[in-house]
């Protein structure tokens, strides 16, 4: 089992940028893919990057936020960050952390953190 916490989340101007961490604890990071997800009032959850397990993994874009975000990740310090810039007033939304972890038996199991609010607007 892993707890995922995030923090960063403000209000910002279009235009700005924002760092979102989310801390893990409870098992070992660096085993996890990670990912960040958002969902908008009355919208679905939605994929919006993700970093693969281990150190230097792949990453993942939606392609509303390509060339705008960047996940990365930092083992010894058991976080994944997401670096929102050109922050557009369509990401407002609350952002979750995901920890995914891929057994030895052919399964996958997911685990969220409680979410933080991204708000961009004038």
């Known amino acids: 089992q892993v707890q995922l916490v995030e923090s960063g989340g403000d209000l910002v101007q279009p235009g700005g940028s924002l760092r979102l961490s989310c801390a893990a604890s409870?098992?070992?990071?660096?085993?996890?893919?990670m990912g960040w997800y958002r969902q908008a009032p009355g919208k679905e959850r939605d994929l919006v990057a993700t970093?693969?397990?281990?150190?230097?993994?792949?990453?993942n874009y939606a392609d509303s936020v390509k060339g705008r975000f960047t996940i990365s990740r930092d083992n010894a310090k058991n976080t994944v960050y997401l670096q929102m810039n050109n922050l557009k007033p369509e990401d407002t939304a609350v952002y979750y952390c995901?920890?995914?972890?891929?057994?030895?038996?052919?399964?996958?199991?997911?685990?969220w953190g409680q979410g933080t609010q991204v708000t961009v607007s004038s």
């Open positions: 995901n920890a995914r972890l891929a057994t030895a038996w052919g399964t996958t199991r997911d685990y």
């Open positions: 409870g098992s070992i990071f660096s085993m996890y893919a």
């Open positions: 970093i693969s397990s281990g150190s230097g993994g792949s990453t």
